[in-house]
């Protein structure tokens, strides 16, 4: 069994969480406990749940502390997945990336709901036999034809090849989805199309967008951001400020601090050489910029 370690090496604790994320745990735990004194699963509703919060507003410890306390009260590391839409996503949580999880290649077919090969669908099936918990990061990154992808996958492989394969990722009692809604959309279509759009190009689209609207129907934001110290109020806002506002909403005194973080400051703190990179990175951004088509 392994578990997410802090940067000293230490575990992630419950003791030491805030409130807003000891209380998004506390209904994560409290809905696995649910389902493992269910007895008719018929009458279980799995838990669908998005939770939203700006960076630095502490999601990553969420899911490190769910799923370290998951994997230490089953004493399994299958019973809690971490994926990711990205590489560099994946890793910073600790976790996979759809493709790697579900062992797809990079293609422009979209998958076809039962047709996996045998050898495929006994992977999925001992990958999947204990899954109870599954976490998606990144959330505006997600396209619809992934989220659909696993729904549809892991509907069809858990729990020994199908526990309920009507529901999305048949009836997996937990599926969270955390991120920031002001962070970058995915590339493909993503959560911004999942409402007035009757069109989809194939089903994993149409089940992804479908997977998307569950879980909003259960939402928990994390507030403010939490590797600022509390006693830099003023930073928190000026953090918060420029996440959201518009021009005008935005205080002087913010924007006379930003104009106040120039090159010389930079230099005073960190010395020569980091002004240096970040020039050279300038340079490489302008050349790259004037490659692009129409420039």
Not at 187 to 192: D, F, R, T, V
């Amino acid at each position: 069994m392994s578990v997410p370690l802090k940067d000293d090496g230490t575990e992630h604790s419950l003791y030491s969480l805030y409130e807003d994320q000891e209380e998004i745990v506390a209904v994560v735990l409290d809905k696995i406990n649910e389902f493992m004194e269910c007895e008719d699963l018929s009458n279980f509703k799995p838990l669908r749940l998005i939770i939203n919060g700006a960076g630095g507003s502490g999601k990553s410890v969420v899911i490190n502390a769910i799923v370290t306390a998951l994997r230490k009260m089953f004493d399994s590391d299958d019973v809690v997945r971490v994926v990711a839409p990205t590489g560099t996503a994946a890793f910073n949580v600790h976790g996979q990336t759809f493709h790697h999880l579900l062992g797809n290649r990079v293609t422009r077919n979209s998958y076809i709901p039962n047709t996996m090969s045998a050898s495929k669908r006994k992977k999925l099936v001992k990958k999947f036999k204990t899954l109870l918990a599954l976490i998606i990061d990144e959330r505006s990154l997600v396209s619809n034809i992934n989220l659909g992808t696993a729904a549809c996958q892991i509907g069809e492989t858990i729990f020994e090849g199908g526990h309920l394969n009507e529901e999305l990722f048949g009836g997996l009692p937990v599926v969270i989805l955390a991120g920031d809604d002001f962070q970058l959309p995915s590339m493909e279509e993503g959560a911004i199309k999942i409402l007035n759009y009757t069109y989809a190009k194939n089903k994993m689209t149409q089940i992804g967008r479908m997977a998307f609207l569950e879980c909003a129907e259960n939402v928990m934001n994390l507030s403010g951001s939490k590797r600022i110290s509390d006693d830099k109020q003023d930073d928190k806002d000026l953090v918060a400020n420029i996440r959201i506002a518009t021009e005008t909403e935005i205080e002087e005194r913010h924007v006379k601090r930003i104009l106040n973080l120039r090159i010389e400051k930079i230099r005073a703190i960190h010395g020569s050489k980091t002004v240096e990179d970040i020039e050279a990175f300038i340079v490489i951004l302008i050349i790259w910029s004037h490659c692009l088509p129409g420039h």
